[in-house]
């Protein structure tokens, strides 16, 4: 089956530094991309929609200067927290699609934790 | 726009017993409906879908739901639970108006499985 893959699994940041977040499927071309996040206990909210070679969708209440998105190729989607605070603290979770009527296939998620 | 509500947010039940988690979604368009489960600490993997067809839908570990248009619901349902079940499962759909892009998420039901 489609795999995807995140890393790091959990990362530990300073308030104020930037932390990258990858995103990759393993075995398939993700033609789009997608952020969630998710708080604890909560459910998954959708951050932003990329695809590969253009800029990302971000959804509304989403800061786009402040989470960068990258698609750069279409197995690789990266997402940078610039200028991290605790409030920034949370699972951010991954999902790739391939085609228009593809699935979501989600990644293992990653723990940020800013202190 | 739609919206998905999974009215218990946790489900207590013995081992080997039955259970349904329900699933209510608005929209006035036609749907694609997806149930995930997702243990600790880890992304989210696809139970099972309902695209068209058989409203009866298996997915995997024994679970099915079922498609009502009438109720606008998607009950999940397993005849008989194992310890390995307890996870948090999710609830989702994407609308025709959207390409089937966007997943809308419910809030989660914890199902909790005690010997």
């Known amino acids: 089956g489609a795999v995807v893959s995140q890393h790091p699994s959990r990362v530990i940041c300073k308030s104020g530094t930037s932390v990258k977040i990858e995103c990759r499927s393993l075995?398939?071309?993700?033609?789009?991309m997608f952020w969630y996040r998710q708080f604890p206990k909560k459910s998954l909210m959708l951050m932003a929609t990329?695809?590969?070679?253009?800029?990302?969708?971000?959804e509304q209440g989403v800061e786009k200067d402040k989470f960068l998105i990258n698609h750069a190729s279409l197995t690789l989607s990266t997402l940078t927290v610039t200028s991290a605070h605790p409030e920034d603290s949370s699972f951010y979770i991954c999902?790739?699609?391939?085609?228009?009527?593809?699935?979501?296939?989600f990644g293992p998620g990653t723990r940020l934790t800013v202190t | 726009a739609q919206s998905v509500t999974q009215l218990d947010s946790q489900v207590p039940v013995f081992e080997e017993a039955p259970v349904e988690l329900r699933c209510n979604y608005s929209s006035s368009v036609s749907v694609y409906l997806f149930w995930y489960v997702q243990y600790p600490n880890q992304g989210l993997q696809l139970l099972l879908k309902?695209?068209?067809?058989?409203?009866l839908v298996k997915g995997i570990n024994g679970f099915e739901a079922e498609f009502n248009k009438s109720q606008t619901s998607f009950h999940l349902r397993k005849p008989s639970v194992h310890i390995s079940d307890t996870a948090e499962y999710f609830c989702?759909?994407?609308?025709?108006?959207?390409?089937?892009?966007?997943?809308?998420f419910g809030t989660g039901t914890r199902l909790l499985v005690s010997p």
């Open positions: 999902s790739a699609r391939t085609g228009l009527a593809g699935f979501q296939y």
């Open positions: 309902y695209l068209s067809g058989s409203t």
């Open positions: 990329s695809n590969e070679g253009s800029k990302a969708t971000y």
């Open positions: 075995d398939f071309q993700a033609t789009t």
């Open positions: 989702a759909v994407s609308e025709r108006n959207t390409g089937f892009q966007k997943l809308v």
